[in-house]
């Protein structure tokens, strides 16, 4: 059975495991999960049953099926382990992850679709509030990313090194969220530097909102429209 990827185009951790697929060259099949239509597609009995927590992305290869972004990745990078995805030493591993996780534990899931819709419908916040609760989070989490990653030698065209691992699979869909809330990024050259190498490369551009199958809506990437 071919590999399968239960998918939400905006979503940001099924955008990471789009991206460690491509950079592992490893072919799957996207199957959509819409998360808002009909009040979520990730809610019915079928995808239930799949997945009980109700989320994506969900991974899955005919024989085995894994939830959670991060174990997905980690899992590919044991399957497959070129190119690596992790550094080799075992202290650079854990400074890889706890950046990343940094990202995927601490920043993301305050700003996750279904808490922004959970603080409008229930908690009874305003588009204004809940905006202003999207950047509080995303800014807290992004200025402590920038600070610690402009100082750090290990630092160098992504966000270890040369080449593209861990770290940048994290990053760059948050990044896309923040753009997509036309937040301003003049804070975070560091970041931004990364982010912009890493969409040079096919596997993040791949990987990107506008490139799914189920895309919708504007690329938060392309200029404004005059």
């Excluded at 920043?107 to 916040?125: D, E, F, Q």
């Excluded at 030698?153 to 753009?179: E, K």
């Amino acid at each position: 059975m071919k590999t399968q990827l239960y998918s939400f185009w905006r979503s940001s951790a099924a955008f990471r495991v789009r991206i460690a697929l491509n950079l592992k060259g490893l072919h799957y099949e996207v199957i959509p999960v819409h998360l808002i239509k009909s009040g979520g597609e990730q809610a019915s009995l079928d995808y239930v049953n799949k997945n009980p927590n109700r989320l994506v992305p969900l991974y899955t290869d005919g024989t085995h099926t894994i939830h959670q972004s991060l174990a997905i990745i980690e899992y590919l990078e044991e399957i497959q382990q070129n190119p690596p995805l992790l550094p080799q030493s075992a202290i650079d591993r854990a400074w890889v992850r706890a950046i990343a996780m940094d990202i995927a534990m601490d920043i993301h899931p305050l700003n996750n679709l279904r808490v922004l819709r959970y603080l409008i419908k229930t908690v009874g916040a305003s588009a204004e509030a809940k905006d202003a609760w999207n950047e509080h989070w995303i800014n807290l989490g992004l200025g402590a990313l920038e600070q610690r990653l402009s100082a750090d030698c290990r630092v160098g065209r992504f966000a270890f090194g040369d080449r593209p691992g861990l770290i940048d699979i994290c990053l760059v869909p948050q990044i896309f969220n923040a753009l997509s809330a036309q937040m301003d990024m003049t804070a975070y050259p560091t970041l931004m530097s990364i982010f912009h190498e890493c969409m040079t490369l096919p596997a993040f551009i791949d990987a990107s909102w506008e490139n799914q199958i189920d895309a919708e809506g504007s690329n938060p990437l392309a200029p404004p429209q005059e």
